[in-house]
C-alpha cells in the first residue's frame, strides 16, 4: 500500500465544513423546522458560518496545533455564531426559535462540533503514529538546546507526521560543510531543513536559504531574538518549541487556495462554453488550411511542484523537431501566417484554460516554462524554483509588467523571477483581478513582445 506524504490533504477542509455545515442545518431541523420551512435559516446560517470561519481562521488548524489553541478557535467560532443566530430569530420571527431552544441549539452545537474537530486531530495523528502517513522527512542543523528539544519532539511524538533523517551541525569537531548538507538533503528527498539560526554564520544561512529556494524545499529556523526577531517572520510553536518559517505565501492557506481554485474552475467553464466551443472549430479550420498538423500543440511544461504536465496551445508554428528546445523569436520562420496573428493577439494561449479546468494550472501565476528551458535557469537563476511552490498561471505578474515571451537578455529571466516570487508572497483575489484587468487592457492595447 502507498502511504500518501505531502504538506496537506486537499480533502480534510472539504470534509470538515460539509461535517460543520450538516451539524449546523441538521440540528437547526431538529429543534426549529421539523413542521416549518427554514430555507431562509439554513442558508442564513450556512454563510454566515463560512464566513466566520474565514475571518477566524477556525479551519487552520496544523499537525503541531495545540488543543488548548483548537478549543479557543471553537468557542470563538460559537460566540460570534450564536449572536448570528440570535439576531435571524430577531429578524425572522420564527415561533420555536425561542432563547430556550437557542441555548439548547448552541450547546448541542458546541459539544457536536467539538467531538468532530477532535476526533479528525486525533484520527489524523494515529493515523500518522500508525500507518505511517502523511508525513514530512526533516533534518534539523545544529547542537544547541533548543536543537535538543526539536529532535526530541520529533522522535517522540510520531503522531505529528515528522521523520526525522538525521541531526548535524555546522561547528565543532563533527561538523560538515554546508555542501555535504545540501547532497543529502537531496540524496534523502528531505522536505524540510530546521536550523538553529544562531550557530549559522551570514554564509552559511544565505547558502541554505539558496539552496531550499532553488531546489523546493522548506526550511524553517530556531529563532536566535537578537538576529531574527526584527523581521517579517511566521512564528509557529512545536509543543512549546519556537520555530519560524522565512518565507510567508498566501497561498498555503488553505482558504486561500479554495477561493482560488473556485475563481478558476468558474472563469475557466466561462471561457470554455463561451469562447472555446465555437473558437477552437473556427481556428482550426484556418490552421488546417495553411498546414498540415494537428490544431492543438502539446508540450510538457513543468509546474507546481516542479512536476511536469502537459500544456495547450493552438498551433502557430510549422511542425519542427526544435519546438521543445528554442523559443521562438522575432520574424522566426517557423511561425505560420496564422500562428503570427493568432500569437499577435494570445489568442493561441486560450486553450490552456482546459489546463487551468482541470487544475494543472490556475487563471493567474508565474508562467510555465519547457521543461529544457526550466532545467537551464534553475541551474542560472538564483531562486528561479521558488516560482514552483504555486500553480503556473495564464498570465502573471511579471508579464503585465513586460516580461513576457523571448528572453532577450539576462535581466528578462531575473525580473521575470522577482515579480514572480513578489507574487507569491503578496498574493490575495485583489490583486489577481488587477493582473486580469491589466492584461485584458494589454490585450486590447496590443504587446510588443507578442510575436
Known amino acids: 500500500?502507498?502511504?500518501?506524504?505531502?504538506?496537506?490533504?486537499?480533502?480534510?477542509?472539504?470534509?470538515?465544513?460539509?461535517?460543520?455545515?450538516?451539524?449546523?442545518?441538521?440540528?437547526?431541523?431538529?429543534?426549529?423546522?421539523?413542521?416549518?420551512?427554514?430555507?431562509?435559516?439554513?442558508?442564513?446560517?450556512?454563510?454566515?458560518?463560512?464566513?466566520?470561519?474565514?475571518?477566524?481562521?477556525?479551519?487552520?488548524?496544523?499537525?503541531?496545533?495545540?488543543?488548548?489553541?483548537?478549543?479557543?478557535?471553537?468557542?470563538?467560532?460559537?460566540?460570534?455564531?450564536?449572536?448570528?443566530?440570535?439576531?435571524?430569530?430577531?429578524?425572522?420571527?420564527?415561533?420555536?426559535?425561542?432563547?430556550?431552544?437557542?441555548?439548547?441549539?448552541?450547546?448541542?452545537?458546541?459539544?457536536?462540533?467539538?467531538?468532530?474537530?477532535?476526533?479528525?486531530?486525533?484520527?489524523?495523528?494515529?493515523?500518522?503514529?500508525?500507518?505511517?502517513?502523511?508525513?514530512?522527512?526533516?533534518?534539523?542543523?545544529?547542537?544547541?538546546?533548543?536543537?535538543?528539544?526539536?529532535?526530541?519532539?520529533?522522535?517522540?511524538?510520531?503522531?505529528?507526521?515528522?521523520?526525522?533523517?538525521?541531526?548535524?551541525?555546522?561547528?565543532?569537531?563533527?561538523?560538515?560543510?554546508?555542501?555535504?548538507?545540501?547532497?543529502?538533503?537531496?540524496?534523502?528527498?528531505?522536505?524540510?531543513?530546521?536550523?538553529?539560526?544562531?550557530?549559522?554564520?551570514?554564509?552559511?544561512?544565505?547558502?541554505?536559504?539558496?539552496?531550499?529556494?532553488?531546489?523546493?524545499?522548506?526550511?524553517?529556523?530556531?529563532?536566535?531574538?537578537?538576529?531574527?526577531?526584527?523581521?517579517?517572520?511566521?512564528?509557529?510553536?512545536?509543543?512549546?518549541?519556537?520555530?519560524?518559517?522565512?518565507?510567508?505565501?498566501?497561498?498555503?492557506?488553505?482558504?486561500?487556495?479554495?477561493i482560488k481554485r473556485g475563481f478558476d474552475i468558474l472563469f475557466s467553464l466561462l471561457v470554455m462554453v463561451l469562447l472555446l466551443s465555437w473558437l477552437i472549430p473556427v481556428i482550426g479550420i484556418l490552421i488546417k488550411l495553411e498546414t498540415m498538423g494537428p490544431i492543438l500543440f502539446r508540450q510538457r511544461r513543468n509546474g507546481f511542484n516542479n512536476h511536469e504536465f502537459i500544456c495547450y496551445k493552438f498551433r502557430s508554428m510549422i511542425l519542427n523537431e526544435e519546438a521543445d528546445l528554442i523559443q521562438v523569436t522575432k520574424g522566426d520562420e517557423r511561425v505560420t501566417r496564422v500562428g503570427r496573428l493568432l500569437r499577435r493577439s494570445s489568442v493561441d494561449e486560450l486553450p490552456q484554460f482546459i489546463n487551468v479546468f482541470f487544475g494543472e494550472m490556475s487563471v493567474v501565476g508565474p508562467r510555465p516554462h519547457m521543461v529544457f528551458h526550466s532545467q537551464m535557469y534553475a541551474n542560472s537563476v538564483d531562486k528561479f524554483m521558488v516560482r514552483h511552490f504555486v500553480k503556473p498561471g495564464i498570465t502573471g505578474l511579471a508579464q503585465i509588467k513586460g516580461f513576457r515571451g523571448e528572453v532577450e537578455s539576462a535581466d528578462d529571466i531575473i525580473n521575470r523571477v522577482k515579480y514572480d516570487i513578489f507574487y507569491i508572497e503578496n498574493w490575495s483575489p485583489l490583486l489577481d483581478f488587477k493582473i486580469i484587468l491589466q492584461t485584458m487592457y494589454n490585450f486590447i492595447r496590443g504587446d510588443k513582445k507578442a510575436y
Open 1 to 258: 500500500m502507498t502511504i500518501r506524504q505531502g504538506r496537506y490533504s486537499k480533502f480534510l477542509r472539504p470534509i470538515s465544513y460539509i461535517i460543520d455545515l450538516t451539524l449546523i442545518n441538521g440540528l437547526g431541523y431538529w429543534l426549529f423546522f421539523k413542521e416549518d420551512n427554514g430555507m431562509n435559516f439554513f442558508l442564513f446560517a450556512s454563510i454566515s458560518w463560512i464566513v466566520i470561519s474565514a475571518i477566524s481562521p477556525f479551519y487552520e488548524v496544523y499537525r503541531f496545533t495545540r488543543l488548548t489553541v483548537i478549543f479557543t478557535k471553537i468557542v470563538r467560532q460559537l460566540v460570534v455564531f450564536s449572536l448570528l443566530v440570535l439576531s435571524i430569530s430577531a429578524l425572522w420571527e420564527f415561533d420555536k426559535m425561542t432563547p430556550t431552544r437557542i441555548g439548547q441549539y448552541v450547546l448541542v452545537l458546541f459539544v457536536c462540533v467539538s467531538l468532530a474537530k477532535y476526533f479528525i486531530y486525533f484520527a489524523l495523528q494515529r493515523y500518522r503514529s500508525d500507518f505511517g502517513g502523511n508525513f514530512r522527512r526533516t533534518i534539523v542543523i545544529g547542537s544547541n538546546g533548543n536543537v535538543i528539544n526539536l529532535e526530541h519532539f520529533f522522535k517522540e511524538n510520531p503522531e505529528y507526521g515528522y521523520k526525522l533523517h538525521g541531526t548535524m551541525t555546522f561547528q565543532g569537531p563533527n561538523a560538515i560543510s554546508v555542501e555535504e548538507c545540501c547532497r543529502f538533503i537531496l540524496e534523502h528527498k528531505i522536505d524540510e531543513i530546521y536550523c538553529s539560526e544562531k550557530e549559522l554564520n551570514p554564509d552559511q544561512l544565505n547558502a541554505l536559504i539558496d539552496f531550499a529556494d532553488n531546489n523546493l524545499k522548506i526550511i524553517k529556523f530556531l529563532p536566535d531574538e537578537k538576529r531574527l526577531s526584527s523581521q517579517s517572520l511566521t512564528r509557529d510553536y512545536y509543543d512549546y518549541i519556537p520555530v519560524v518559517s522565512l518565507r510567508h505565501m498566501p497561498l498555503e492557506i488553505p482558504f486561500n487556495r479554495q
